[in-house]
């Protein structure tokens, strides 16, 4: 009972060994050099994205462009005006379905 023991624990350990088969040598990926114009490209876009030396990735967030109200007073009153018609033209037709509606009480 001892050697069937002493026989499967080496059996066992036989798994863990490193096999004859030949191995792959895994090399790391690189990036090509960049040249000149590419640089500049890609430079010139704002991604909010970056690669460090390591190859991690950091993403950070862009505010956006700025823009320049070109409306005139006149367009930003009649625009002011027409919602404050049509809010109190919604209030009108409210008020007389609410004040219409049956009583409760009546069911």
Known sequence: SV????????LA???FT???MPRNNLSALRMSE????????T???ERGVSLD????????????KMEV???????????????AGGLAA???VAAGILTNLPDPDQF
Do not use: C, M, R, Y
């Open 3 to 10: 050697a069937a023991i002493v026989l499967a624990s080496a």
């Open 13 to 15: 350990t036989e798994a």
């Open 18 to 20: 490193v096999s004859n």
């Open 34 to 41: 960049v040249d000149e114009e590419t640089q500049k490209l």
């Open 43 to 45: 430079s010139a876009v």
């Open 53 to 64: 030396q390591d190859g991690k990735s950091n993403v950070w967030a862009i505010e956006p």
């Open 69 to 83: 109200d070109t409306k005139s007073s006149e367009e930003k009153t009649s625009s002011a005006l027409f919602a």
């Open 90 to 92: 919604f209030a009108a």
